[in-house]
């Protein structure tokens, strides 16, 4: 699938033009152009990073940001915005932005900012859940230094699980994220992989029936 962006930016111009810009980088890119859109896709769909503009319709940015941290999302956050004023920076920091772009932009600046914002985020590899060690970075799963079984897809899932930190996953947000191909994924498919984590996470990976699956760690 590759890395996965959300950008948020209501000038439409503007917009195709970073997405653009972004796509020719390698990523994939989903665009909104108003804050509702941008909640929308941020619970439909797992992202690397999100790109917000600041002044938008109805509520801005940081508003938005601010209700992402407060639900627990902790997808690294960069504000490209016309504000220059210290206030605004910090601001932008304190409601939980990882880095802060102004414009106009600099498109290989841009691609600098979000390629050490990714590689930052990359460097915390194994996560503690439930008693087990989850290396992110080869999907392998360990119990005091003994790797459990746990197949290629199932640690996927597992992935996907951990960096939702507790949300609700859909059944079509987890065939998205772990098949390139609509035609490879199935509900039947999914079932068999929460069935393998199950033997380790038991209870604490929850079937939300007719909506998703859940990891309380």
Known sequence: MGVQLLLLEDDRVLNATLKDFLEDDGYSVDSAFDPYSAIELSYKKRYDCYLFDVKLPYESGFEILTKLRASGDKT?????TSKNDTASLKQGFEVGADDYLKKP????????????LLKR??????VLVCGFTFDIHSKKLFFQDTEQELSTKAGQLLQVLIE???RVVSSDEIKNSIWSSASEASDGSIRVYVTQLKKYFGDHLENIRGIGYCLKR
């Open 76 to 80: 690294p956050a960069m504000f490209i």
């Open 105 to 116: 932009i600099d498109l290989d600046e841009l691609s600098c900012r979000v390629h050490a």
């Open 121 to 126: 985020q990359s460097r915390d590899d194994k």
């Open 164 to 166: 939702t930190n507790g």
